[in-house]
């Protein structure tokens, strides 16, 4: 294979500003703007050997249950960008392939014909490892839509940093971070966070994932878990159950010892940090020198307005929390706030 068009993974926890990031780099005509591509690939998207056209293309369409579920019960995933609307040839009733669910959305208005065209140059791919795979496709949607690189952004992504670092050797690395006490505080309070540790709770109390297979008729639901079932499943009883902050703090820090432990092996010229306080507080300024990290990319004035045009303040919210649930949080992300620069 020549060699490969310029690329870039950003990598972050999650709730850090990365979906904005991504709807910001979008914007920019020099650059393919992948979403969520790897993030919802829930089977797994780097699959050990080679796969064959076929095999690859069923990595990318086959729907995985617990986005089919979270379509069917309304789960409020503002990540989701494929409108759950039965009309729509992809629904609850027919599963949502795993590239239409964000990825092709966030590229166009009319992601069921970019599906089909997917489909159609996917089926002419020879047998390869899946990094080569995910390169071809990724390269050949660049050139469809007039882009100099692809730019591949998931949420909850530095758990992938070990591998992306191995398959693609070449790439250069943006970490987007925010304080773990902010981003844990939004986990908590997010659906998509909300309903994976909801899931989780239901695996360790029932011994199977309802959200991910079928719960035998032996199994008896206790009646407090009742409303979080998938046949079952109550909006207000979901908004209202008392998710452990310190939960999502633990799971912040675990993703930033690792990801960072692993970036720490990549070149220094191929790997930039900044935070989402950055990000919003001078977004000009921070594209500008995004631009010039990456390379092929056109920091226009234009594209500067559009991007600041899109920025909404959040606030801090976890100094909201009681006193003691405050300090056990910093405690938690403590020794992953001392890894982050500055």
Request: charge should be negative; hydrophobic fraction near 40%; glycine fraction near 6%.
């Amino acid at each position: 294979m020549s060699d490969p068009m310029p690329h870039a993974f950003i990598v972050s926890t999650g709730r850090c500003g990365s979906t904005l990031l991504s709807d910001m780099i979008n914007r920019n005509p020099d650059v393919l703007s992948l979403s969520e591509f790897f993030g919802l690939l829930f089977s797994g998207p780097f699959p050990a050997g080679e796969l064959t056209a076929e095999q690859y293309w069923s990595l990318l369409s086959t729907p995985h249950s617990f986005v089919t579920q979270a379509y069917r019960i309304g789960a409020p995933i503002e990540e989701f960008r494929y409108p759950a609307d039965p009309r729509r040839r992809f629904n609850a009733g027919t599963g949502i392939p795993p590239i239409m669910v964000t990825a092709l959305p966030h590229l166009t208005d009319e992601p069921e014909e970019l599906y089909d065209d997917v489909e159609k140059f996917v089926s002419t791919l020879p047998t390869a490892d899946v990094a080569t795979q995910h390169r071809r496709l990724f390269e050949w949607l660049a050139v469809r839509f007039g882009a100099r690189m692809w730019v591949e952004r998931s949420g909850f992504s530095l758990r992938h940093v070990p591998e992306l670092v191995r398959l693609f050797p070449q790439a250069r690395f943006v970490h987007l971070y925010r304080d773990g006490r902010d981003c844990a505080y939004s986990m908590s309070r997010s659906g998509a966070f909300r309903l994976g540790m909801v899931s989780m709770r239901l695996q360790q109390a029932l011994g199977v994932n309802p959200y991910v297979e079928d719960v035998p008729e032996s199994v008896t639901v206790p009646a407090d878990l009742v409303p979080l079932m998938p046949d079952t499943f109550s909006r207000a009883a979901f908004e209202e159950i008392q998710l452990p902050v310190a939960d999502f703090g633990a799971a912040w820090s675990e993703q930033i010892t690792t990801g960072l432990t692993a970036l720490a092996a990549v070149p220094a010229d191929r790997v930039l940090q900044f935070g989402y306080d950055r990000l919003v507080g001078d977004t000009a300024g921070v594209l500008t020198e995004l631009a010039r990290f990456l390379g092929p990319v056109d920091p226009s004035p234009r594209w500067l307005s559009e991007a600041a045009g899109l920025v909404a303040h959040r606030p801090s919210g976890w100094r909201s929390l009681p006193e003691q649930e405050q300090q056990k949080l910093t405690e938690i992300c403590r020794e992953a706030m001392a890894m982050l620069p500055g």
